[in-house]
C-alpha cells in the first residue's frame, strides 16, 4: 500500500460545486500538506497541518478549506469550484527531514 | 525564504553522469540544501540534503561549495527513467512549509 493515498485519481466537476479531495497516509507523521501544481509550474502550498490540533494557511489558500480528522487523515475542500482551479492537486505528509508525497489529483472544473 | 536559482533544462546521455547546479547565494547559516525530483506528474521524491558535508546515497551524490552559495547534484550513471524535473529547495532544520520553485527539467537521451 502507498504511504500516502489520495482519493479520487481524476475528477471532473462543474463550476460551483462543492468538492472534497481525501488523503490518508501510513507514514505516521503529524504533519501533512496540500499542494496544487498547474502546468509548467512547481507545487505551491494551499494549507499545511503540523498536528490534528493545527492549520495553517499556505501561500494559495483563497477559495479552499481543509479538515484535519485525524493525525492521518487531512481533506481539501473547494466550497464553489471554479474553472482557475483546474489543476493537480498534491498531498503530502513529512516528518522532520523528509516528505512523501500521494499521487496527485486531477481535478478538472468545466 | 532564501531563493534559489536552477537551469530550465539539460540533456544528458544515457550512462553518463548528469550534474544539476543550483545557486543559493543568500543562504542561512541553518539551512539545508534539499532535492527532490518529480517524474511525469507523480508526487515529487525525496532524493537528498545536506548543510555543508557533501553527501552520498544509493540514488546520487550532493556537492556544497565551501562557501554554500552553491551546489550540485550528481546523478552519476543516468538512465531513462531518471528523466525528470529535478528542485533544488532551502530548508530550516525540518520539513516546513515548502513550496518548490520551477526545477530544472533533465531529459535522459539515449
Known amino acids: 500500500d502507498a504511504d500516502v493515498t489520495q482519493t479520487p485519481r481524476n475528477r471532473i466537476t462543474k463550476t460551483g460545486k462543492r468538492i472534497m479531495l481525501e488523503c490518508s497516509q501510513t507514514k505516521g507523521h503529524d504533519r501533512m500538506y496540500w499542494y496544487r501544481q498547474d502546468p509548467g509550474l512547481g507545487l505551491r502550498l494551499i494549507y499545511y497541518s503540523f498536528d490534528v490540533k493545527d492549520i495553517n494557511k499556505g501561500e494559495i489558500s483563497d477559495g479552499y478549506s481543509v479538515s484535519r480528522q485525524a493525525q492521518a487523515k487531512f481533506s481539501l475542500s473547494l466550497e464553489s469550484a471554479i474553472p482557475n482551479q483546474t489543476a493537480l492537486y498534491f498531498c503530502a505528509t513529512s516528518d522532520t527531514t523528509e516528505a512523501f508525497f500521494g499521487q496527485g489529483t486531477r481535478l478538472t472544473v468545466v | 525564504d532564501a531563493k534559489t536559482t536552477q537551469p530550465t533544462s539539460m540533456d ?99
Request: glycine residues 6%; charged residues 15%; aromatic residues 10%.
Open chain 2, 12 to 110: 544528458c546521455a544515457e550512462g553518463r553522469a548528469a550534474n544539476l547546479p543550483c545557486n543559493h547565494s543568500t543562504i542561512s547559516g541553518n539551512e539545508y540544501v534539499y532535492w527532490y525530483r518529480q517524474i511525469h506528474s507523480q508526487g515529487p521524491q525525496y532524493i537528498i540534503h545536506g548543510l555543508k558535508n557533501n553527501e552520498t546515497n544509493e540514488m546520487a551524490s550532493l556537492i556544497i561549495t565551501e562557501d554554500r552559495k552553491s551546489s550540485t547534484l550528481i546523478l552519476p550513471h543516468a538512465t531513462l527513467r531518471d528523466t525528470a524535473v529535478y528542485y533544488c529547495i532551502l530548508m530550516k532544520t525540518s520539513y516546513d512549509k515548502v513550496i518548490f520553485g520551477p526545477g530544472t527539467s533533465l531529459s535522459v537521451i539515449p
